[in-house]
């Protein structure tokens, strides 16, 4: 192996600097920057290479922030509108106002129509509908022709409802209060179990026999007001056995209850009389001294 | 020979150790760049995406957009003036079209003198790309780290997007100052046209703002900012883009400011009390980033002609307090009007100057009423009392013993005793003495309830003098409960939104109408009346002398040491309060004189409001309830008339009072007191 020694000529020294290894070195070098200078190579290769990371990079800097601002605005009325929609595909769907009543949350609301709104309004018993907009009211308000749409607002308590005209003015409110809407509509249910059982009928449980003949010894138009809907109870299987008075009026109202055996199960049925009807019927079942209350 | 291989030597040295630096320097810058590149912010793709956040709008009742919040509008670069384009290359970076990120032999020039010049501030570095990286995603603290971050984003946006899109997404975004962000809000603030549209001269001082807004803002600093504009001109000639006659031209031209849009605020107070209550409702990423439609209860029209009525009157105020021009302070003044039949808030005025105080006086303002308390005082005494308006008491001195407090003796405004007086003049005439023996009868807790039930929402104290309207109030109370008594009783709760809409049109809000009878018709009729005779022969019959000729009702109102003059009034379709007084306790007094009333100035800037506002209504009068009927009483026994004049016709026609009476009610009937 030859040591480095010094040139001892100026010839050799030319030599040596113009060797092929310092060219190549000092052209690369000079390549690199003009073409660096020339076509920004380093730029372009710096920015393939975050280009091709871009996607594992965190969503920061001030344009993201707007960008999340947006995002959660966005969030905030996607869920107000989804919201809605359900609450009026709740309320279109409703075959109640308890139904109607419980499907509204509050701070929500929808709009329903007046069809639907009718077919609600009939579907309740009349001293309820009655308590809730009389009915004549109710016809005014559809036949007026002022009335654009029907308003549901949730409440705490279950429901405000808005007759509203294109204005948006209310020109009637309704308040429906959920718990009521859904004792009125059990009210009219069936009860399976005896009248001895529901302590709302206790002392004005009667025989059914004594109870029809004090009934029948009534007049005709009376009777109607007491009976008001028949077809249920012919409806209804099995042997009429008693039958009850409820023992409060509401909006002029009384509930009257009807028990039927039927292999050996007994069922309460509901109606709904005229309170004046119920006590003239009442008074023909005190006046006889064999149609006493059964004790229980 | 010696001095030759020494020099070779050192030759040799430096070359090699060039090369080992560089290579230590990329190596380096490599590895920097490895590990930043974890750390650096994701480009949003396509770029044009990070200016698209979608705008809040505010509309009038009457259609017209009031404002719009938190979005831009990115405009295509066909749409904005090449001369701005132009502008903003030759000030920012001429090498805009050669570079790919950055300028290096700025750079290079840039870091020497930073490692040379400790302290000395790197000017004139950064290419468009790197001011867009930093605008995109960096703050504005000076770091080195920062700006190799920000050196990196530019490669990678110049990598990703062309140089139109860099460009499109600059000119876009760039901030302005004054609120403007992105030259076509640029160009309509400071110009009130199209970034289209934008001539040598402007596109040229708006191109030298973004340097330094504040400083060439120039709605404070208008010569700076046309100094910074020759030398946006100077090098838009040097670049070859406008001619040296072109430049002169420009230079020439003083470019005219659009004055309506002078900085980022909403220049109403009606919308920020809007602004406000939206984001209490919904949060700031809703009202200022969801993109919403708001229809608000505001009608352009009344909140122009409420502008002007209250900037006429301040003047004639300032004129009769002989207030010279720039002296402060100057009174200030504040107008509600109010839609009775719903509550829609139709103009709200909080001060003479919005861009000098934007405190809302109108909503923020708590100042005592006076006399303008007295209609819910009369209103519970007829009540109360079964009393009306022909019902008599005697106007005299009077001193009431108060528990544990010094005997309270209001007297009257005009120091005058009337003796035997009808109620109804009694507040035609604002009558203390008779208010003080109303409120000793029926109690002050009984006034405070009708007030509240107005709408009156205020701590009340509960004393004698609240009678007298001594409990503070804002204006915006004040029309809300006298809208109470225009509309027959019926409350509406005040609004400002009728609406709120998503970007797509799904309604969010709506706002229903609903009333609730909070008094009764009749009596309130009654109060009306009295009030009506108030501006047709009282305190306010100053808007009947200028000419205001519709059926009205309304009550003046003006405190003791006349620091507040007000006047709140009513027709049957819309109900306004004006207040005026000063900031700061201070009287309304024309030098030498006594006070200035509530009739004197504030029912005129009322009256002047109303015929504006009410120009395209026809006439209607106040709806007679039917219970009511009308008798004709004289006017200081309260009897009938004809009672008076024993049965024949009165002989002094002008005296007599029409009183509406309600069905269990006769004239000559009530005690006196």
């Known amino acids: ?296 | 020979m010696q001095f030759l291989t020494i020099l070779i030597r050192f030759s040799r040295f430096i070359f090699y150790s060039a090369i080992l630096l560089c290579s230590i320097v990329l190596l380096s810058i490599s590895t920097l760049i490895f590990f930043a590149a974890k750390d650096l912010p994701k480009l949003p793709a396509p770029l044009s995406r990070i200016i698209e956040t979608p705008k809040t709008e505010i509309y009038a009742a009457t259609g017209e957009r009031l404002i719009t919040l938190g979005g831009r509008e990115p405009v295509p670069l066909s749409r904005i003036s090449p001369h701005f384009i132009n502008a903003v290359l030759a000030v920012e970076d001429h090498m805009f079209w050669e570079h790919r990120g950055i300028n290096k032999l700025r750079t290079l020039k840039a870091l020497y003198v930073t490692l040379t010049n400790r302290g000395k501030r790197i000017e004139g570095a950064s290419t468009i790309t790197q001011q867009l990286a930093k605008n995109l995603f960096f703050s504005f603290e000076r770091t080195y780290l920062r700006k190799f971050k920000e050196m990196l984003i530019a490669f990678q946006i110049e990598y990703s997007s062309t140089k139109e899109e860099i460009l499109h997404a600059y000119l876009n975004q760039i901030a302005f100052g004054a609120g403007a962000q992105g030259v076509e809000k640029a160009a309509q603030v400071f110009f009130g046209k199209s970034a289209a549209d934008l001539t040598i001269a402007e596109a040229s001082l708006l191109a030298g703002l973004p340097k330094s807004p504040t400083n060439y803002n120039p709605y404070r600093h208008y010569d700076r900012a046309l100094k910074r504009r020759e030398v946006v001109i100077a090098r838009m000639q040097d670049a070859g883009y406008i001619t040296p006659k072109e430049a002169q031209e420009a230079l020439k031209i003083e470019p005219k400011l659009h004055l309506e849009h002078a900085d980022a605020r909403t220049g109403s107070y009606f919308l920020d009390a809007l602004i406000n209550e939206l984001v209490e409702q919904y949060g700031n990423d809703v009202v200022f980033h969801g993109g919403i439609k708001v229809t608000a209860t505001v009608d352009s029209n009344l909140q122009y002609a409420a502008d002007q009525a209250l900037k006429n009157g301040l003047a004639r105020l300032d004129t009769l307090m002989q207030i010279p021009i720039d002296a402060e302070p100057r009174p200030q003044g504040a107008i509600v009007a109010i839609d009775p039949a719903s509550g829609a808030i139709k103009a709200m005025i909080g001060g003479r100057d919005y861009y000098n105080s934007e405190y809302n006086r109108a909503m923020s303002s708590r100042r005592q009423p006076g006399s303008g308390f007295k209609p819910f005082l009369y209103y519970t005494a007829f009540e109360k009392l079964n009393f009306n308006g022909a019902s008599v008491m005697v106007d005299s001195p009077i001193s009431i013993d108060v528990v544990g407090s010094p005997k309270w003796e209001p007297r009257n405004f005009d120091n005058s005793y009337r003796g035997q007086i009808i109620l109804k003049n009694a507040l035609t005439d604002s009558v203390n003495t008779i208010a003080a023996r109303l409120v000793e009868k029926i109690g002050p807790r009984a006034i405070i309830d009708t007030a509240k039930l107005c709408g009156i929402k205020s701590r009340l104290d509960d004393v004698l003098s609240v009678a007298l309207g001594t409990s503070e109030v804002t204006p915006f109370e004040m029309a809300s409960a006298y809208s109470t008594f225009a509309s027959g009783g019926v409350r509406h709760e005040p609004f400002m939104i009728w609406r709120v809409e998503d970007a797509f049109g799904r309604i969010i809000y709506e706002h229903l109408v609903r009333g609730r009878k909070v008094l009764d018709p009749e009596i309130t009729y009654q109060v009306v009346d009295m009030m009506k005779s108030v501006i047709d022969n009282g305190s306010g019959r100053s808007i009947r002398e200028i000419g205001f000729t519709r059926p009205a009702a309304g009550k003046t109102g003006t405190t003791d040491s006349y620091n507040d003059a007000w006047f709140t009034g009513f027709t049957p379709t819309l109900c306004t309060a004006i207040w005026t007084g000063f900031d700061r306790i201070k009287k309304l007094k024309i030098p030498n004189q006594p006070g200035i009333t509530g009739g004197k100035i504030a029912a005129t800037i009322w009256a002047e409001f109303m015929a504006e506002a009410m120009k395209n209504e026809p006439i209607r009068d106040f709806p007679i309830p039917d219970g009511i009927r009308f008798e004709k009483a004289d006017p200081i026994s309260g009897c009938s008339v004809a009672a008076v004049s024993g049965g024949g016709e009165s002989k002094d026609v002008s005296r007599v009072v029409n009183i509406p009476l309600r069905k269990n009610q006769k004239l000559c009937s009530s005690p006196k007191y």
């Open chain 1, 1 to 296: 192996m030859n040591l480095w020694y010094e040139p001892t000529k100026p010839s050799e020294w030319l030599r040596r600097i113009f060797s092929f290894s310092n060219l190549f070195i000092f052209l690369m070098a000079a390549t690199l920057i003009i073409s660096e200078l020339r076509f920004d190579w380093c730029e372009l290769m710096v920015g393939r290479y975050l280009s091709s990371l871009n996607d594992l990079r965190p969503e920061t800097g001030a344009v993201w922030k707007a960008g999340e601002q947006s995002s959660r605005a966005h969030t905030f009325l996607k869920n107000i509108i989804e919201e809605r929609k359900n609450a009026a595909r709740y309320a279109q769907e409703s075959t109640s106002f308890a139904e109607l009543a419980s499907g509204i949350l509050p701070g929500q609301w929808a709009n329903i129509d007046k069809e639907h709104f009718k077919r609600l309004y009939l579907a309740i018993p009349p001293a309820a509908a009655a308590e809730m907009i009389q009915p004549v009211e109710l016809i005014w308000l559809f036949s007026s022709g002022s009335i654009t749409r029907i308003f549901c607002e949730g409440k705490p308590y279950g429901l405000e409802i808005f007759f509203l005209n294109s204005e948006n003015r209310a020109f009637h409110q309704i308040t429906l209060n959920r718990a009521k809407m859904e004792k009125i509509e059990k009210s009219d249910s069936i009860f399976k179990g005896s009248l001895e059982d529901i302590s709302e009928f206790n002392g004005r449980i009667y025989e059914a026999e004594d109870f029809f003949k004090a009934l029948l010894k009534l007049p005709q138009d009376i009777v109607a007001d007491l009976i008001t809907n028949p077809q249920k109870l012919l409806n209804q299987k099995g042997v009429l056995i008693k039958a009850g008075i409820w023992n409060e009026a509401v909006s002029g109202y009384i509930k009257l209850g009807f028990e039927f055996k039927d292999n050996g199960n007994s069922v309460v049925l509901f109606i709904r009389a005229r309170e004046w009807a119920v006590w003239r019927l009442t008074s023909n079942l005190t006046d006889s001294s064999n149609q006493k209350p059964i004790k229980n």
